[in-house]
């Protein structure tokens, strides 16, 4: 199945979920994630499944000045 991830289309297996998702990016903090434009809470990653086309964006403070 493909979502979009940041703008970018990519295959990820059917019953992936959103927290095996960011794992697999290496992600455990520090981020907030919309799915389909709306917020995702940490607690329901696990309990989050992905469908297909789905658009996930996973957004990182930047520091700076």
Request: aromatic residues 4%.
């Amino acid at each position: 199945m493909n979502i979009i991830v940041n703008g970018k289309q990519e295959h990820v297996t059917e019953h992936e979920n959103l927290q095996q998702l960011l794992e697999a990016r290496g992600l455990n903090r520090g981020f907030a994630v919309m799915l389909n434009r709306q917020l995702v809470t940490r607690s329901e990653y696990p309990n989050t499944r992905l469908a297909d086309q789905d658009q996930v964006d996973i957004i990182v403070p930047m520091q700076g000045g």
